[in-house]
């Protein structure tokens, strides 16, 4: 008799190996994992053969690193979104792409569930089922953190001990990591009190800032609509661009955060986050939108960058609303198109230029000197009618006045 089939996502660490065994002994279930690679640091090799020795029936090792990039980085990129002014949403955004492959591949094979590692206090499981129910909602979902008796990744050691399963974390080593090409996440442990200092030891992608070089690296980013395409004259793909700009920032120390943050869920939660390249990024098209759009664009602009934030922080990808917003990101970006210079010292990313053919910025505009185009006795015009509220209000506080004065 053919056992069910469940799609699980894998990554080979502590969590989803000791899933992977959870189901095949409580659900007698036919376990299929399947590892995205969205550019994490991983012998996927290695992986696999865990999986298969851990009790997997097919391992599938799926590589979209491009496609993370192009229909996920770049539009929220795009749109300037950034959650709670700090968090460069890199877990966000990676898993509707990763739940999506995974409905791809439970249909393929015919499974009838699909199941994740992804706890019950945590945002990365409505990430995940909000985009299974949007794109198969037919599909049943196994979230193991909900049923089973483990309470906590002590536990989940424990019981990868007791059914000889491999796994990377010991109890005294303990950070909850999460990693993709744009971002690494690090949490729990010693950062579980705020009043701790976090340990710099920690960093993966990034040197200390203090032992970042001494002499500035300057670099130029050229955008087309709104997109990067080279690093300093030469083009890169969209994967690579990121590389690019992971290894001179991380170089410098840029993009490390320390942050308290909103679960979707309702409770805080602190993390540690190196984001080098998409720092370097959402600074410099912050910039060069500042060069070519007007002001009334820039200010509506950045409300619907915070409500896309908040869409792609609490898993709303597949959305009316975010279809919406990125029609009207995407009309913006037609004219952001240029050039970016930006100074990376010791930790800090600053922009220190600015180019476009499509610049509102005109010298000969803005100069105290004479010019064609702006008459300077033509301001107390505007001013009287800018400011004609303020002086009917401040006629009518005087009449007010005076017949008070008169009664008394």
Request: glycine content about 8%; some cysteine.
């Given at each position: 008799?053919?056992?069910?089939k469940?799609?699980l996502a ?5 969590d ?17 994992a399947?590892?995205i690679d ?26 979209v690193k ?7 980085i770049?539009p929220t990129?795009?749109s ?7 968090y460069?949403?890199g877990?966000?955004?990676a ?21 994740h590692?992804?706890t ?12 299974i129910?949007?794109l ?17 990744r002590?536990?989940c050691?424990?019981?990868a001990?007791?059914h000889?399963?491999p796994?990377?974390?010991t109890?005294e080593k303990?950070?909850?990591r999460?990693q993709?090409l ?5 949490e ?6 705020p ?20 002499k ?8 087309e ?14 994967a690579?661009?990121?590389y690019k ?11 490390i ?18 984001t080098?390249?998409g720092?370097i ?27 896309y ?14 279809e919406?917003?990125?029609?009207f ?9 240029g ?22 910025y005109?010298e ?5 000197g ?21 002086t009917?209000r ?15």
């Amino acid at each position: 008799m053919n056992k069910n089939k469940v799609v699980l996502a894998y990554s080979g660490g502590l969590d989803t190996s000791v899933i992977l065994k959870w189901l095949e002994i409580e659900h007698d279930l036919e376990v299929i994992a399947v590892c995205i690679d969205v550019g994490q640091d991983e012998d996927f090799l290695g992986v696999k053969n865990k999986a298969l020795s851990t009790g997997a029936s097919k391992v599938y090792i799926v590589d979209v690193k491009e496609e993370f990039v192009t229909d996920y980085i770049f539009p929220t990129l795009k749109s300037g979104a950034v959650y709670e002014d700090e968090y460069l949403l890199g877990t966000s955004f990676a898993r509707p792409l990763i739940a999506k492959k995974l409905v791809e591949i439970a249909e393929e094979e015919g499974a009838v569930a699909i199941a994740h590692g992804a706890t019950g206090k945590g945002n990365d499981q409505v990430r995940f089922e909000a985009t299974i129910k949007a794109l198969n909602p037919y599909l049943k979902i196994i979230a193991p953190w909900r049923e089973w008796d483990l309470k906590s990744r002590e536990d989940c050691i424990d019981y990868a001990v007791n059914h000889n399963i491999p796994v990377p974390v010991t109890k005294e080593k303990i950070y909850s990591r999460d990693q993709n090409l744009w971002h690494l996440s690090h949490e729990g442990g010693n950062l579980e009190d705020p009043w701790n200092e976090h340990d710099e030891d920690m960093y993966l992608m990034s040197v200390k800032p203090s032992c970042a070089p001494d002499k500035p690296t300057y670099i130029e980013i050229d955008f087309e609509k709104g997109i990067p395409v080279a690093v300093d004259g030469i083009k890169y793909s969209p994967a690579n661009i990121i590389y690019k700009l992971n290894d001179l920032g991380g170089a410098n120390g840029v993009g490390i955060i320390d942050i308290v943050e909103n679960r979707l869920v309702g409770m805080k939660s602190r993390g540690v986050y190196e984001t080098p390249g998409g720092t370097i990024l959402y600074s410099a098209h912050k910039a060069l939108e500042k060069l070519v759009l007007d002001r009334s664009t820039l200010s509506f602009k950045k409300i619907a960058s915070e409500k896309y934030a908040q869409l792609v922080y609490d898993g709303l990808w597949f959305t009316a609303l975010k279809e919406a917003i990125d029609k009207f990101v995407d009309s913006t970006q037609e004219l952001v198109t240029g050039t970016v210079k930006l100074k990376l010292y010791k930790g800090s990313c600053r922009v220190v230029g600015t180019k476009s053919p499509y610049s509102l910025y005109r010298e000969d505009f803005v100069t105290f000197g004479e010019d064609d185009v702006y008459n300077q006795k033509d301001a107390e015009g505007f001013i009287n009618l800018f400011s004609l509220p303020l002086t009917i209000r401040a006629m009518m506080k005087k009449k007010s006045d005076k017949k008070e004065k008169h009664v008394i």
